[in-house]
């Protein structure tokens, strides 16, 4: 029986990953994800308001981590550069729970009600990023896209990850950043030869 709330809410987890995969996420019920954990359902909802929240825990500190970052950023970075600096400390959080973030990941993937509540924490943690970028002095449109595409780079450096393990997220996530960049410098062949006319 697990001892200390922060034991219980971690076998809650391990317990929901392993019948979700076994299961099914729609298949699994919060009495069986507690009693695999050792607990009984009473203890699951003092910690989870439903079993869609078990994989979505964490995101508050997420959250927090991003827009503490970009808040303590030096003066005189770019926008891209401070949330380069806060999505790497993202990255470290994820790189430090990677037993739970791969499964979780593909999971969410196959099951359409994740991936709505995905999309939902996605959208909250991206208004957070764009109103720490704000707090900063970044105009309100600029700081909602670059919010938004340095979210996409993020999720795309997560995938990239998960996908291959042979480097660090930060790796990768350092090259979503590169490839933004000669995006930005890249004028599109259509465009081009429409100049030329």
């Known amino acids: 029986m697990p001892r200390s709330g922060a034991e219980a809410r971690r076998r809650l987890q391990q317990a929901a990953l392993e019948l979700y995969r076994e299961l099914g996420f ?4 919060t009495a069986e994800i507690a009693a695999r954990a050792g607990v009984n359902e009473r203890t699951f ?4 308001p439903d079993k869609r929240e078990v994989l ?3 995101e508050a500190d997420m959250r927090a981590a991003l827009t ?3 808040a303590d950023a030096p003066d005189g970075l770019r926008p891209f550069d401070v ?3 806060a999505f ?3 990255g470290r959080i994820l790189e430090d729970n990677r037993s739970f973030c791969e499964p ?7 099951t359409p009600a994740l991936r709505e509540r995905d999309l939902a924490k996605a959208a909250w943690l991206t208004e957070g990023v764009a109103e720490a970028l704000r707090q900063r002095g970044v105009p309100d449109r600029l700081a909602g896209l670059a919010a938004h595409t340095g979210w996409a780079a993020f999720h795309q450096a997560a995938q990239d990850w998960i996908d291959d393990p042979s480097q660090g997220l930060d790796a990768h996530l350092a090259r ?3 490839d933004l960049h000669a995006l930005s410098g890249t004028v599109p062949p259509a465009q081009a030869r429409s100049d030329s006319r």
Request: glycine share 4%.
């Open 26 to 29: 729609e298949q699994t019920t």
């Open 45 to 48: 909802f003092r910690h989870f």
């Open 56 to 58: 979505f825990d964490g």
């Open 68 to 70: 503490r970052e970009i």
């Open 83 to 85: 949330l380069l600096r």
């Open 88 to 90: 790497r400390t993202a």
């Open 104 to 110: 979780r990941l593909k999971i969410i993937a196959v």
């Open 176 to 178: 979503a950043f590169d």
